[in-house]
């Protein structure tokens, strides 16, 4: 079974559409992130929720939108893409107390080309 | 920044070498850890040292961390090709513990 799942795992879209990325993972882990992939392949973390709460919110466009329904899920919804979006954006996750110091387990990322 | 900052960008080295990879940071930390990305995968936890710990050993891995340096390196021993990939350093601590990644070191070993 896999731990952290991500769907779609490629996306190609136009320039002003929206797009949704979904992650689950089952591993019983209370803490979710979403980190940013460039072409330079610098991971850059941009949202972090802990048992359904947003705790890290980095310098990211309003147009990007987690939300977390419950602590096994947390879904990225991107409105208005553009260019620059395109990346590889990976989900991870960490038991409670990881935030604090533990590992990260990370999906196996989406690809999101946008033309 | 607290992000860690890995060298040599690229390394290309012979099965059965021995690969060597660094990381340095500029925050205080709790712990720094490795990370092993295959192409078109997603990362994968290989070690974690702690900042009171000064070297770990975990199979063909072994991790040094010096606090005074703010340093950290990462040696595989007698490396196999499949081995090939990129390795990340991700210190963690700083005023919000996030923990940060860098843009890792792509190591290739030839058969």
């Known amino acids: 079974d896999t731990a952290v799942s991500q769907t779609p795992k490629y996306l190609v879209t136009q320039m002003g559409n929206d797009k949704s990325i979904k992650c689950e993972q089952n591993l019983g882990h209370d803490t979710m992130y979403w980190y940013k992939q460039d072409s330079k392949k610098f991971l850059k973390i941009m949202f972090s929720y802990n048992n359904k709460e947003l705790i890290i919110n980095e310098t990211v466009p309003n147009r990007f939108s987690p939300k977390s329904p419950d602590k096994a899920h947390l879904n990225l919804h991107i409105n208005s893409l553009e260019l620059g979006d395109s990346a590889v954006y990976f989900c991870a996750s960490s038991p409670q107390g990881g935030f604090n110091t533990g590992e990260l387990f990370f999906g196996e990322g989406s690809r999101l080309t946008v033309l | 920044s607290q992000q860690g900052e890995e060298d040599p960008q690229a390394l290309s080295i012979q099965e059965g070498e021995n690969a060597t990879m660094n990381c340095s940071y500029k925050t205080s930390i709790n712990n720094l850890q490795w990370y092993r990305q295959n192409s078109g995968r997603g990362l994968v936890h290989l070690i974690l040292?702690?900042?009171?710990?000064r070297e770990k050993h975990s199979g063909r891995l072994r991790v040094t961390l010096d606090t005074s340096k703010k340093s950290s390196s990462l040696l595989i021993t007698a490396s196999r090709a499949a081995d090939t990939a990129s390795y990340f350093c991700a210190p963690r601590g700083g005023a919000t513990n996030k923990l940060i990644f860098g843009t890792g070191t792509l190591l290739a070993v030839q058969p």
């Open positions: 040292i702690r900042s009171n710990e």
